[in-house]
């Protein structure tokens, strides 16, 4: 029996715009500022400094870890702030997400930051829908969407992997990880280079496939 629906954020719901703006042209702004440099020597300090870290690391993806880095004196938040007319809800979401919190738990999993997933969600509203929100960087530490974390979000919702239905535009963090711990999981590909019975073009396919499981 399906208990709840997983939906992965940026790139799913949400266009991933917002989170460029302010990685790549916020945070190097803010420096170009600080030291005088030109913008795009700034950028590509910035940038640089980023790959040292790596997407491996915890601190790649803490946006107050580089404010405190890059000594940067605008507030973090101000600078988050700035770029929300960058917000952008795929079209298809609303409505499913309307029909689908009448039949299921809904859950959010993000590997973005609670900052940014609280500036995205509260922005456009889409908050309401999710009865459990996960960042996977924030509150498990974990780098990426790991079979472990899977597993913990499975816990702590106190269900089966069975139970759940899963899906994101990550092949391997939203597809074939969760599938290989047992989640019903589904590969968003809004480009449509991809086919296959697991694989979802819109939000609006995932209806039709949870409709055809839960019977």
């Known amino acids: 029996m399906v208990k709840g629906v997983v939906f992965d ?3 799913t719901l949400v266009e991933s715009e917002y989170t460029d703006w302010v990685w790549n042209h916020g ?8 030291t005088g440099l030109p913008f795009e ?13 790596g ?5 790649w993806y803490d946006i107050r870890y580089w404010f405190r ?6 507030g973090w938040r101000a600078l988050m702030e700035q770029y929300v007319n960058r917000i952008n809800v795929y079209p298809d979401v609303t409505p499913l997400l309307d029909r689908l919190k009448e039949r299921f738990k809904l859950v959010l999993i993000s590997n973005a930051g609670r ?9 456009t509203g889409l908050d309401r ?9 924030s509150d498990f530490r974990e780098v990426k969407k790991t079979p472990r974390f899977y597993e913990r979000v499975c816990g702590i919702l106190k269900v089966s992997p069975g139970a759940l239905i899963h899906v994101g535009d990550h092949f391997e963090f939203d597809y074939r990880i969760p599938r290989a711990v047992g989640i019903q999981a589904f590969h968003l590909d809004r480009s449509a280079r991809q086919d296959g019975e697991f694989i979802l073009r819109d939000l609006r396919e995932l209806e039709e496939k949870i409709d055809s499981i839960t019977g």
């Open 27 to 34: 945070i190097p702004d803010l420096y170009a500022a600080k």
């Open 55 to 59: 997407d491996e690391a915890a601190e």
């Open 41 to 53: 020597e700034a950028k590509a300090f910035v940038e640089r400094e980023y790959r040292k870290v």
């Open 129 to 137: 829908y999710f009865d459990r929100i996960f960042s996977a960087t």
């Open 69 to 74: 880095f890059f000594q940067l004196e605008t």
């Open 115 to 123: 900052e940014f997933i609280e500036v995205e969600m509260g922005t």
């Open 9 to 11: 954020m940026d790139g």
